[in-house]
């Protein structure tokens, strides 16, 4: 089992730290993130469990280290099954990644691409690859519209990585971001899938999740709202999940033998539809192919 190894990025709380304990049991479990105190905490965790972890101290907004972890990943002497990419942001400000991109952007999105791009070539026929994306992404997911969200908010990677949003989103500050970074990274995840068929690729949106993720941005209006009011209400209650629920369902789909490629997972693990954008095959290659483009431009 120890030649077996599933990577997880943003293993140190919440749903990956959960999803990390959980994956103790199927092989050695690759920690990716950028604290290196909280990435021996979670290794000791497994450790107590009976389990294997190494860790790799990268910051997926930032392009130069996402390619170092890439390396470190693939000198690692073991078979790597599987790939969650899970770390995440949502900042209600406006911040700036070590390489002058949005800080969400670059977190949710264009370092799992380029996490993807460097490893694919070297994984073994029948790997895993999942992301976490988000029903926000769809604009009209009338629960998110009842909530003053308008789904992704798409011009062009090079605009996303800038900040800049279609006029017409939502008002909260940060939204349009996080949902656009979830959109992009679920339709890329389907034109992976189109594109390699020797590998699998899917999507997990893990539900309403209080203190992870959406549920845990630092605004206190938002906090208490999603923690206190929202999901207790009909229809937010039916998405309500909690880490470990999450965990079992993106672990499940992680560790799946079969040949399931291309499926956006709910929280319960049941195939789901997103935004009819995301879903589109134009759209996701071009979406595939301009990020490319930017990330080479800026190697």
Known sequence: MLDTAYVITGPTSGIGHATALDLAAYGT???????????????????????????????????????RAAEQILALPYTVAGVLNNAGVMRPQTTKSIDGFDMTFATNYLGPFALTDA???????????VYISSAIEDPDRRPAQVMGMRGGQFISVGASAEGQWRAGGSKMPGIDAYATSKQCILAAAMGFARENPRLRFNTVEPGITPGTGL?????????????????????????????????????????DSSDKTGVYFDEKGKPMHGSALAHDPSFQHRLLAETREFLASRS
């Open 29 to 67: 479990v690759v920690l990716v993130g950028r604290n290196s105190g909280k990435l021996d905490d979670v290794r000791a965790a497994i450790g107590r469990k009976g389990g294997r972890a190494v860790s790799i101290v990268c910051d997926m907004a930032d392009l130069a280290s996402v390619r």
């Open 215 to 255: 549920g845990g941005v630092n605004n206190p209006l938002l906090v208490f709202l999603f923690s206190q009011v929202i999901t207790r209400l009909p229809p937010f209650s039916r998405y309500r999940s909690t880490p470990k629920r999450s965990a079992r369902t993106i672990t499940q789909v992680l560790t």
């Open 119 to 129: 490893l694919t070539p070297h994984l073994p026929d029948g790997a895993n690859l």
